[in-house]
Structure formats: C-alpha cells, structure tokens
C-alpha cells in the first residue's frame, strides 16, 4: 500500500494495524535467539515490524523516510532486540517492579536514602563514576542493592548484579558472579584481561547498562 501510494494518511493506518502486522514477530524473535520464554515489549515489537517493512520497502528502492509522518525504526532498539541478553535483563514486570520500588524506597534508612540519591543523580544525569559502599554484615547493603535495581529497572534500563562469590550472586536480584558475567580468568596473571570481543553481545550488554553493582568486590584480586 506504501509503494502504491494508495494511503493518504499512512500514520493512521499503521496505529491501527500495527497489531496485526506484527503477528508472528514474537514467535521470530523467540526462534532466532532460541529462547521459547523470551518475551518483548510493546515498543520492542512496534520497533522489529517497522524494521521489516523498512526492509521490503529497501528491497523496493523506497523507504519509510519518504513517508513524512510514519514512524522510523530505532536502529538501536533493533540491535538490542537480536540481542538475546540485552532482552532477558529488560525482561522484567514494570508494574510490579515499581510496587516493589515503593515498598523498598519507604524502607531505606536516611543514610540509605542519601546514597541511593547520589547514585540515581549519576545514573540520570549519565555523569558517569564510582562509588564504593562498605559497612559490616547486617547494616542493609543488599537491601539498598535492590533498591537501587528495581528504580532503574522499573525505567526500562539496565542493571548488571553482580558479586564476587556464587553465595553472594544469589541476593541480587538477576545475580551472576562477576567472573561468569565479565568473562574474568580464573587463574589471573599479570597479562590478564576480560576477553570480551568489543562486537560480541556482551559488549552491547556492558555499553547499554546504566549501572553495575558489584557485590563483594574487594574479594576479588
């Protein structure tokens, strides 16, 4: 219908049939990345058809950028959507997450609450930096963790948990070791480094997080 110019209102057609023009995106997504449980968000997916019609119409030498008012794709909301890790640390339930932000937020004691500003301040502001929180067992440092985890997460952006033992990864929150999610030698040398290819998954994972908690991290060499 774009190619024939039969619409003259494109934009409204596409709000109203997006739904179905997408059918079977899930069901793609889920094949090419193997992962039967993954699910998408509603832009996620609005964002993946809009990329597949871009696609015919290139085919076609033609383009959504010639029709004024449709929507464009996100380039990089496509990348992050072939991106299979990048999809499980967005898979969380917003509306459940902020209820469990409330009930976390009105918790925090008043040097909690201060640290937990601080750090959002950054994260918000993408100033970047590094913090370093220490106090002795049982002063609420996995509570503000998760705290932190579930403002962020409720925002649609990501958090990487993670702690320098298995013990410590399991109260976070999508916990992993540091060595399993930064790929860090066992045995380490002085000629160590994280191989993680600067094209791989990962590395996109690593650049789009907002955040990294890094539980125990003093444990490590």
Known sequence: MLLSSSLC???????NTWGYLS???????????????????EDQIKNLTLFEIEQILLRNN???KNYRRMPYPDADLVS???NRLIVEELDYDIPNLKNEFDRLFVSLTDEQRNIFLDIMAKVKNNKGGVFFIYGYGGTGKTFLWKTI???IRCQ???????????????LLTGGRTAHSRFII???????????????????????KASLIIWGEAPMVH
């Open 9 to 15: 209102k494109p934009e409204i057609v596409w709000e």
């Open 149 to 151: 985890s579930a403002a």
């Open 185 to 207: 030698p066992i045995n380490l040398t002085e000629d160590s480094f994280c191989r993680i290819n600067p094209k791989s998954d990962l590395a996109s994972l690593v650049r």
């Open 23 to 41: 059918d079977g995106i899930l069901y793609t997504q889920q094949k090419r990345l193997k992962s039967p449980g993954l699910s998408l968000n």
């Open 62 to 64: 033609s383009s959504l």
């Open 80 to 82: 992050s959507s072939n």
């Open 156 to 170: 649609g952006e990501i958090v990487l948990n993670v702690a320098s033992s298995g013990i410590a990864s399991l």
